[in-house]
């Protein structure tokens, strides 16, 4: 662009980016973007990319699925962008219903990974360079750049390999990169509760760069933390094989949804070494179960139990992928359902199911 044609519009610029400035960061810390067009080819993982226009995105990952998002065009491609530099404009916006999020351009991504969704959607998770740099991502940081001398209290009065139970503490992501150091990597707790704090996704990306290879953990607790699917994805990703594994995996009321489960099937065909998964009051739709459910047929599945109580999405279209789990899944005993939307019905034809199982219990 030939700078000389912008001198007319830069007073009109100077007053777009003042109005920007002043808007409202927003609180949550993944945005969704889709494009009617795969562009997979372009975002390779690893790569680095920006973007130099204002993009709009959302908070809201089911917003892209409906009908209003693109018009006649349907998304081919679904961006999941990790930021804390997204500006709210849901009080200006014609969409009432969606908390529409501004990026400002020049932004920097990075490629984290993609997949392929089960109706051919392509996800590409993206994360701003700015918001996530070397200094927050760092697991060591000098001492004198955060200190919470009651939480380094606590991790070093317990025993090395033992239980570090942190809830409900308040916590901030900033906290976990204390509870990584001390916790983690220092006394290899084996066991950590970190339940009903203040972690985000940031918080759970600072702790899986805690997570060194060949690591054992019995359990990981991170119920009522709003780490959203990209906190989920963090784990996920951490969990390739058996070299680092959680025997019990606890991520009750942290917003996940079904894109939250994609990254979980995923997890769970290369690792087998994680046998209960708690996922209940979540936005976990028939959708997400079924993914789950899948991944139990397998030989080499351990997992034993997944509990999904009061995910009100998931519905009597589940049934028959439930009673195929029952029947088929050599090593799977146990499912937790109570509180979703399944009827009367369909809890009796669930028990029965269970009665013929090969000692399965069913809670409905």
């Known amino acids: 662009i030939d700078r000389n044609q912008l001198q007319p519009w830069l007073k009109y610029i100077k007053l777009l980016f003042t109005a920007l400035f002043k808007l409202p960061y927003a609180e949550c ?11 997979c080819e372009q975002y390779r993982e690893g790569d680095e990319v920006t973007w130099w226009s204002i993009t709009s995105t959302t908070s809201s990952f089911d917003v892209l699925q409906s009908p209003m998002y693109l018009g006649r065009e349907k998304v081919q491609t679904i961006f999941a962008i990790e930021t804390k530099y997204g500006k709210s404009i849901r009080e200006h916006s014609h969409l009432q219903n969606d ?8 932004i920097n991504l990075k490629v984290i990974g993609s997949l392929k969704h089960a109706d051919g959607i392509h996800i590409i998770h993206l994360r701003d360079m700015n918001s996530f740099s070397d200094s927050l991502m760092n697991v060591n940081p000098p001492v004198d750049e955060y200190r919470n001398p009651r939480l380094e209290e606590i991790i070093r009065s317990i025993e090395e390999r033992g239980t570090l139970i942190l809830d409900p503490m308040n916590l901030s992501d900033q906290d976990m990169e204390i509870v990584a150091k001390l916790g983690i990597i220092e006394k290899k707790c084996k066991i950590i509760s970190l339940c009903n704090n203040a972690i985000r996704s940031v918080g759970v990306t600072i702790l899986s760069q805690a997570f060194g290879s060949r690591t054992y953990f019995s359990a990981l607790y991170l119920d009522e933390n709003r780490i959203l699917d990209a906190g989920v994805q963090c784990i996920a990703t951490r969990l390739p094989s058996e070299e680092l594994c959680f025997r019990k995996l606890y991520l009750n009321s942290v917003g996940m949804s079904d894109v939250g489960c994609e990254y979980l099937a995923e997890m769970l065909r290369f690792n087998h070494s994680t046998y209960h998964l708690h996922l209940s009051d979540n936005d976990v739709s028939d959708r997400g179960l ?8 397998s030989y080499e599945s ?4 997944i509990t999904l109580d009061g995910n009100r999405r998931v519905t009597d279209v589940s049934i028959n992928a439930i009673c195929t789990a029952i029947s088929s899944s050599h090593g799977f005993h146990n499912l937790n359902v109570r509180n979703c939307s399944i009827s009367d019905a ?7 199911a269970a009665q013929q199982g090969f000692y399965f219990t069913i809670g409905v």
Do not use: F
């Open 29 to 39: 810390h993944t945005v969704w973007r889709g494009i009617p067009k795969d562009v």
């Open 99 to 106: 908390d529409e999020i501004l990026l400002s351009p020049g």
């Open 290 to 297: 079924q993914l789950l459910l899948e991944t139990t047929q």
């Open 302 to 305: 351990n997992i034993a139990s």
């Open 346 to 352: 369909g809890k009796e034809q669930l028990k029965v």
